[in-house]
Structures are given as structure tokens and as C-alpha cells.
């Protein structure tokens, strides 16, 4: 199994980033993915959750409404579309397959 993050960086707050995951190594199609975050100091979290045909997610209360999680089976990629983003939001960011593989990890920092 192979997670490659991508999209991270430098943004102001209010701005926006899309975080792409590109899987492979198994069948994307069958499996649920989620993104979760780690921010300095404290635990990684959950930030949201996709099913596998993508016509369910779930997300964490303090990004509900700014972020948007999605995929696309045909190319094995899971994104998360990231708006309004808050100073707050600054953390690693993480995909992960609901067979329990994590990415490497991108870096969002979130600052003027």
C-alpha cells in the first residue's frame, strides 16, 4: 500500500488549499479513506471520513462547512478541499485507508 499526500503549504488565513491523496496497492474503489491532522503538541485527529462509493462523509464539527472531502476511483485519489482556513487548521495532514495505512503527511500552515 502506497499514500502519497500532496497540496500543502503556506496559505493566509481565510485562503484555501485542495490536499490530494494518490493510493495504490490495493482496491481503492472498495475501501473507505479519511484525513486526519496533527498539530504540534497535541494528538492526531480526525478531520473527515469518506465511504468507499463516496456517497457518505463525515467530518470533524470544527471544519464542517469549510472543508469538503471526495473522490475519485477512477484515478485512485481521495481530496480534501479546504476553505477558510483558520491559524487553527495549521497541523500535518494524513490520509488514511480503512484498512489502517497511513500517508507520509503534508504540511498546511495557515498564517499572515
Known amino acids: 500500500v502506497q499514500l502519497v499526500e500532496s497540496g500543502g503549504g503556506l496559505v493566509q488565513p481565510g485562503g484555501s488549499l485542495r490536499l490530494s491523496c494518490a493510493a495504490s496497492g490495493f482496491t481503492f474503489s472498495n475501501v473507505a479513506m479519511s484525513w486526519y491532522r496533527q498539530a504540534p503538541g497535541k494528538e492526531r485527529e480526525l478531520v473527515a471520513g469518506?465511504?468507499?462509493?463516496?456517497?457518505?462523509?463525515n467530518y470533524a464539527y470544527s471544519v464542517k462547512g469549510r472543508f469538503t472531502i471526495s473522490r475519485d476511483n477512477a484515478k485512485n485519489t481521495v481530496y480534501l478541499q479546504m476553505n477558510s482556513l483558520k491559524p487553527e487548521d495549521t497541523a500535518v495532514y494524513y490520509c488514511?485507508?480503512?484498512?489502517?495505512?497511513w500517508g507520509q503527511g503534508t504540511q498546511v500552515t495557515v498564517s499572515s
Open positions: 469518506i465511504s468507499y462509493s463516496g456517497i457518505l462523509t
Open positions: 488514511k485507508t480503512g484498512l489502517g495505512d
